[in-house]
């Protein structure tokens, strides 16, 4: 989420510290590991606004027509697919996150982001062409 090595490395010093200083506050109504994400996402959301950073929406109109067909299997490699996410806008790739890889539905996103549930669903979709534009072109890159 955070987009940068260092910056994430920061915060999850501060969300161990948080979650150590507020164990006591854990109600044991939901599993530790669901707790302690929810103090993640929301230090680093709150890190993302203290920044004072816009989220800045992924705009672009993307041609709706199918992928082609290609011949020979694609192997994309987990750090191809984080390369690509670098490049998405930060509204997006916090949207993209948050659903792909954290697993919270739309309605849990928006929420979170203070956005509408259909922001959220547009976000993740755009998110996610612009992902495949990058792998497709990374790809014929390397052919």
């Known amino acids: ?26 109600r044991y109504e939901s599993s530790f590991g669901s707790w302690l994400k929810t103090i993640t996402v929301r230090t680093c959301i709150n890190a993302i606004n203290k920044r004072k950073l816009d989220l800045v929406y992924c705009d672009e109109v993307y041609d709706q027509r199918p992928p082609e067909e290609e011949s020979d299997a694609v192997k994309l490699t987990s ?12 509204g997006g790739r916090i949207v993209f996150s948050l659903y792909l890889l954290e697993g919270y539905d739309h309605g849990e996103i928006a929420q979170i ?20 534009d990058i792998l497709r072109n990374q790809q014929m890159k390397t052919a």
């Open 113 to 132: 982001l203070g956005i509408t549930e259909s922001t959220s669903k547009s976000q993740f979709m755009r998110a996610k062409r612009r992902v495949q």
């Open 79 to 90: 750090k191809d697919i984080l390369k690509a996410m670098e490049e998405l806008p930060e």
């Open 1 to 26: 989420m955070m987009n940068n090595r260092e910056d994430a490395e920061d915060l999850l010093q501060e969300v161990f510290l948080q979650a150590f200083s507020k164990l006591d506050s854990f």
